[in-house]
C-alpha cells in the first residue's frame, strides 16, 4: 500500500466519487489507493468505503484548511461541487477555488476539475433566446463550473478538465423518470426536439476518471468529456418501451413550458436542455462515447444500464 499513490476523492459518498472510489479499490494491483473525503466518517456510505480498503477522512468544500489536511501526500484530487445542495453559483465558486488553492498548495500532481461548459461563451447574457437566471447566468449550474476553470488554471495545477453527461440515474432519483399523463400513458418529458442527449450511468464517471488518472500527465492541461450513450428523447422512449414491456412515449415540450414546471431549478434546467439542444452538434461532438469506452471498458450503453436499473426506476 505504501507505494500506491493517493488519489483525494471529493464526494466520495456521492454519485461521481463513489464510482471512483470503487474502481480505485476494485483494480489493488493498478497502483492507486484511494482516500475518500466525506463530512462524516461515520455514515454508512463512509463505512462502506472504508471496508473496500478506502482511507476515509474528513474535509468540507466550504472549508480550505480541511482540503488541505485531506490533499496533503496525495498523487491525485478528484475536485467535485455540488451545486443542488444550494443553488447558488458564487458559492460553487469558491468551493471550486478552495480546491484549486488546496491543490497547488500540497503540490497535488494531477486535478480532475469535474466541469462543465460555460454556456455564456455560446449564449451571452444579452441574447434573449432564453432568459438570464441570478442576474447574470444563462445556466447557473454550467455557467459557475465552467467559469471556475481558471482556478486551476491560474493556480499552475496540472488539471484535466473533465465534463460530464446527464446522469441516466435522474430517471431514478431527480423525478425525470416517465410519469404517467392524463390519457394513462406513461411518457417522459425533455426539451430536446429531435436532438441527441448525451448521459452516462452515474458509476462510468469514476470509471473513467480512473482511466484519466491512470494515464496521467498526458491528458493534464486538457479538456475531456465523457459519456456512455448518445440518444433522443424518442430513441430512449423506445429502449424504456423495451425494457419495461409497456409503452413509453417521448413528451417533446417547448424549453419554456419546462422552464415553467415550478420545480426548484426548472428554469436552470429548461435553459440546460435548451443549450444540449440548440449546440448539440457541438455538445455530443465534446462527448465522444468511443473514447469514454477506451478510458474505461465497462462503459454501459442506455440499454444495458437500463436493463440493470429497471427495477429501480419509480413508474407513477
Ligand atoms: N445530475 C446530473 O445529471 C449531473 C450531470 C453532470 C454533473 N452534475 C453535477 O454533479 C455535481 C454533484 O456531484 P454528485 O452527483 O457526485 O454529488 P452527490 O451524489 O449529490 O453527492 C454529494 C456528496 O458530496 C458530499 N458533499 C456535499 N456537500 C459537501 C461539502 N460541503 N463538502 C464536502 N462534501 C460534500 C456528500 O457527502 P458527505 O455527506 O459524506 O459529506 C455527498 O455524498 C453537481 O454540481 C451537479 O451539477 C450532475
Known amino acids: 500500500m505504501a507505494d500506491r499513490k493517493i488519489i483525494a476523492v471529493v464526494g466520495a459518498t456521492g454519485a461521481q466519487g463513489?464510482?471512483?472510489?470503487?474502481?480505485?479499490?476494485?483494480?489493488?494491483?493498478?497502483?492507486?489507493?484511494?482516500?475518500?473525503?466525506?463530512?462524516n466518517v461515520n455514515s454508512d456510505k463512509a463505512k462502506e468505503l472504508a471496508k473496500l480498503g478506502a482511507e476515509v477522512v474528513t474535509a468540507d468544500v466550504d472549508d480550505e484548511a480541511s482540503l488541505e489536511r485531506a490533499f496533503r501526500g496525495a498523487h491525485g484530487a478528484y475536485c467535485v461541487t455540488f451545486y443542488w445542495e444550494?443553488?447558488?453559483?458564487?458559492?460553487?465558486?469558491?468551493?471550486?477555488?478552495?480546491?484549486?488553492?488546496?491543490?497547488?498548495?500540497?503540490?497535488?500532481?494531477?486535478?480532475?476539475?469535474?466541469?462543465?461548459?460555460?454556456?455564456?461563451?455560446?449564449?451571452?447574457?444579452?441574447?434573449?433566446?432564453m432568459p438570464t437566471l441570478l442576474g447574470s447566468y444563462k445556466v447557473p449550474h454550467f455557467d459557475s463550473k465552467g467559469e471556475s476553470d481558471r482556478y486551476f488554471t491560474e493556480a499552475g495545477v496540472p488539471t484535466t478538465f473533465l465534463l460530464t453527461s446527464f446522469y441516466w440515474e435522474n430517471f431514478i432519483y431527480f423525478g425525470m423518470g416517465p410519469e404517467r399523463g392524463p390519457d394513462g400513458k406513461l411518457a417522459i418529458t425533455l426539451p430536446m426536439g429531435d436532438r441527441k442527449l448525451p448521459g452516462i450511468a452515474t458509476e462510468d464517471i469514476g470509471r473513467c476518471a480512473y482511466g484519466i488518472f491512470r494515464k496521467g500527465a498526458e491528458y493534464a492541461g486538457k479538456t475531456l468529456g465523457i459519456a456512455g450513450g448518445q440518444?433522443?428523447?424518442?430513441?430512449?422512449?423506445?429502449?424504456?418501451?423495451?425494457?419495461l414491456g409497456q409503452e413509453v412515449r417521448y413528451n417533446d415540450v417547448p424549453p419554456d413550458v419546462y422552464r415553467g414546471f415550478g420545480f426548484p431549478g426548472a428554469e436552470d434546467l429548461g435553459n440546460m436542455f435548451q443549450f444540449k439542444r440548440d449546440f448539440a452538434d457541438y455538445f455530443c461532438g465534446a462527448r465522444s462515447v468511443d473514447f469514454s469506452?477506451?478510458?474505461?471498458?465497462?462503459?454501459?450503453?442506455?440499454?444495458?444500464w437500463l436493463e440493470r436499473n429497471k427495477a429501480r426506476i419509480p413508474l407513477e
Open 18 to 39: 463513489s464510482g471512483l472510489v470503487r474502481a480505485i479499490q476494485g483494480d489493488p494491483s493498478g497502483g492507486f489507493v484511494a482516500r475518500a473525503l466525506t463530512r
Open 86 to 129: 444550494h443553488f447558488s453559483p458564487d458559492r460553487e465558486r469558491a468551493q471550486a477555488a478552495a480546491m484549486a488553492k488546496a491543490a497547488k498548495r500540497t503540490a497535488v500532481s494531477h486535478a480532475i476539475w469535474s466541469t462543465l461548459e460555460d454556456t455564456r461563451r455560446w449564449v451571452p447574457v444579452d441574447d434573449d433566446r
Open 293 to 304: 469506452r477506451a478510458l474505461n471498458p465497462a462503459l454501459q450503453s442506455f440499454e444495458v
Open 231 to 243: 440518444l433522443t428523447g424518442a430513441e430512449m422512449a423506445d429502449a424504456f418501451t423495451r425494457a
